[in-house]
């Protein structure tokens, strides 16, 4: 029984790796599939756990537990009583463990619920240090997370509470059982019915097989967090079955289509997007452009296959995105999100997306293409310069603008850029016009949504969304002439919804 346990921690690196990987893949895919209902980076914290318990001593304790039963039929065939008063023992004991078993179950859930909110919490701050510091919330925050914190001692204290109560009197209990073995024994030597020996194997045999349970008793609580731990996991995997790998396919080089399609943020059923028409073929520009929460961001999501179409399709070069592998979707099409976020790391790192090790060449080419190169230069240490959470290290303006690049690494087939303006200056809005026309001139498309005029400049087609609807869809000039009121400033694109019909 211990080699069991042993031959299988000796297997665990392998198969360890494989289901770390797997969680991970599964906390980065899961909110994609069912939005803000996944549990953060709690799986992983319960792979930890099953992970801790099989690994220590509780399973070579559960393991154990089977051979009680041996022990005591052999102090059955001792004699009658001395089996019986061990019976007895064990059935106090077993009961015990019941006791322990429920006691401990719903503690040690909400202890987890509440490590999961603090921890949420936790995160959240941290990504918003600053607006909190600068808003006067930090007292209030930190109220807060102390609150669930409490609570998370409190149900973590109730837990080991009864384990360790139920424990310590399992052990009372055991050795008094210990010495009612020996004195039904000494009983039985007295009256003749059995012999000195007897005792003393009756008495070494009823401990062991008392022992067992207090080892299982003394595990309990690991045993239930563990166990709780892997079903969470289990039902987790089973929301995102392993994925297959699909043929390889061609890469893209001729049309994006999207007919009819519609799309609902993940884990939500109301459609933010539909009725979305058109088709673009090589070296062909769209602008999105339309008033805030019109649905922009959304179509942009499905374009890159983010979120999955509700109804109709996208496709490029005749396949749906679901055709390709992550990993080639990720070379054939990108995306620059609304919000910029670099990754802990160097400038080249991120540009080259973190593969291993990154392409100098087509870093280089990338930061050219997106006009960013000279800017890179100028950072403290070049294409070394080290950007933490958020871009620590760099302005708005230069992740932004270094995020492009990054969207244009190793010339993808559709780069879909997301308010890429938003922080730009005059000069970064020509660079961003001539990296648009120069994807346009090596055969690529590229579609640009934008609150700004000075980020369509380098498009030919224009898509206008109101009510996350397409409203209109045609040529730039032709488009723009019929939705833009002629009193609308300069700077912005203000759009008169509800006009003319799809494209
Ligand atoms: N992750 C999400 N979960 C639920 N609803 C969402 C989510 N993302 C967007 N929405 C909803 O979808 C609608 C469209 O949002 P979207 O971000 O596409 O607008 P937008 O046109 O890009 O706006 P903006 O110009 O402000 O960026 C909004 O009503 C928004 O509340
Ligand atoms: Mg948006």
Request: charged share 20%.
């Amino acid at each position: 029984m211990r080699s069991a346990a042993a031959s299988c921690s000796a297997s665990a690196p392998a198969s360890t790796r494989r289901s770390a990987l797997r969680v991970y893949d599964t906390i980065v895919r899961l909110p994609l599939k069912i939005g803000g209902k996944s549990e953060g980076a709690q799986p992983v914290r319960d792979l930890d756990t099953v992970r801790g318990f099989l690994s220590g001593a509780g399973p070579s304790a559960l393991f154990d537990l089977p051979w009680m039963p041996v022990y005591l039929a052999i102090c059955f065939l001792f004699h009658t009583y001395i089996g019986l008063t061990a019976l007895a023992g064990a059935i106090i004991l077993v009961t015990l463990t019941i006791v322990t078993e429920l006691r401990t179950r719903q503690p040690t859930r909400s202890a987890t619920q509440f490590a999961m909110a603090r921890n949420t919490l936790l995160d959240a701050s941290r990504r918003n240090a600053e607006a909190i510091t600068a808003m006067g919330m930090t007292g209030r925050i930190a109220r807060r997370w102390n609150d669930l914190n409490r609570h998370y001692v409190a149900e973590s204290g109730r837990a080991g509470d009864v384990a360790g109560g139920l424990g310590a009197a399992s052990k009372i209990l055991r050795l008094l059982l210990q010495s009612s073995i020996l004195a039904v024994g000494a009983w039985l030597v007295i009256h003749g019915e059995s012999t000195p020996g007897i005792i003393i194997a009756g008495s070494i045999l009823g401990a062991r097989a008392l022992a067992l349970v207090d080892l299982a008793i003394a595990n309990w609580r690991g045993f239930v967090a563990a166990r709780q731990s892997w079903q969470r996991l289990a039902r987790l995997l089973a929301h995102l079955p392993a994925r297959t790998e699909p043929m390889p396919l061609q890469p893209p080089a001729k049309t994006l289509v999207v007919h009819n399609a519609a799309v609902s943020p993940p884990g939500e059923h109301k459609v933010v997007c539909q009725d979305v028409n058109f088709s673009l073929a090589a070296g062909k520009a769209l602008g999105v452009i339309g008033p805030t929460a019109s649905g922009k961001s959304s179509l942009a999501r499905m374009l890159v296959g983010v979120w999955t179409p509700a109804r109709g399709s996208v496709r490029l070069d005749g396949a749906t995105l679901d055709q390709w592998t992550p990993e080639a979707l990720g070379r054939h099409i990108c995306y620059l999100p609304q919000d910029v976020e670099l990754f802990p790391g160097n400038v080249a790192q991120n540009i080259a997306r973190f593969e291993d090790p990154p392409h100098p060449e087509a870093v280089l080419a990338a930061a050219q293409a997106a006009g960013v190169h000279e800017l890179i230069v100028n950072l403290p240490d070049g294409y070394e310069t080290s950007v933490g959470d958020n871009g620590n290290a760099l302005s708005a303006g230069q992740a932004q603008r270094i995020a492009l690049a990054r969207a244009l690494y190793r010339d993808p087939f559709l780069v879909v850029l997301d308010e890429p303006n938003s922080n730009l200056d005059a000069e970064g809005d020509e660079a961003l016009t001539r990296a648009i026309l120069a994807v346009r001139a090596r055969g690529a498309i590229v579609v640009v949504v934008a609150h700004r005029p000075s980020a369509i400049a380098g498009v030919d087609y224009i898509l206008v969304m109101a009510k996350g609807r397409q409203q209109q869809f045609g040529p730039k000039e032709e488009i723009l002439n019929r939705v833009i009121q002629p009193s609308t400033p300069p700077r912005t694109l203000k759009v008169v919804p509800g006009e003319g019909g799809g494209g």
